[in-house]
């Protein structure tokens, strides 16, 4: 099994900056992408940022230029830059990865973790 633990949310002024990590553990065999998603109340979750295990990254229109991804292969974490913010980025955010585990190294599937909330007011 894989787990993803967050950390790093909070209350933050508009205009400020936060990071987030996810330091995923367990019996890992292989972790391919790794990316956040976020969910605001009343909406759908919707996918923030994705990273390959190459490094290649993609965003959503609304946080391009403002918020970067990164990835420590070695220490299977992803990490969110978020700079910028505004109070429409206020949402639970979710880490995901892409993996595989020791006893199934052929079959990957997304695993999530439990959400950290990041809140953007004044």
């Known amino acids: 099994q894989v787990q993803l633990v967050e950390s790093g949310g909070g209350l933050v002024q508009p205009g400020g900056s936060l990071r987030l990590s996810c330091a995923a553990t367990?019996?890992?065999?292989?972790?391919?992408?790794m990316g956040w998603y976020r969910q605001a109340p009343g909406k759908e979750r919707e996918l923030v940022t994705i990273?390959?295990?190459?490094?290649?990254?993609n965003y959503a229109d609304s946080v391009k230029g403002r918020f970067t991804i990164s990835r420590d292969n070695a220490k299977n974490t992803v990490y969110l830059q978020m700079n910028s913010l505004k109070p429409e980025d206020t949402a639970v955010y979710y880490c995901?990865?892409?993996?595989?585990?020791?006893?199934?190294?052929?079959?990957?599937?997304?695993?999530w973790g439990q959400g950290t909330q990041v809140t953007v007011s004044s």
């Open positions: 367990g019996s890992i065999f292989s972790i391919n992408a």
């Open positions: 990273i390959s295990s190459g490094g290649s990254t």
């Open positions: 995901n990865a892409a993996a595989a585990t020791m006893r199934a190294q052929t079959y990957v599937r997304a695993y």
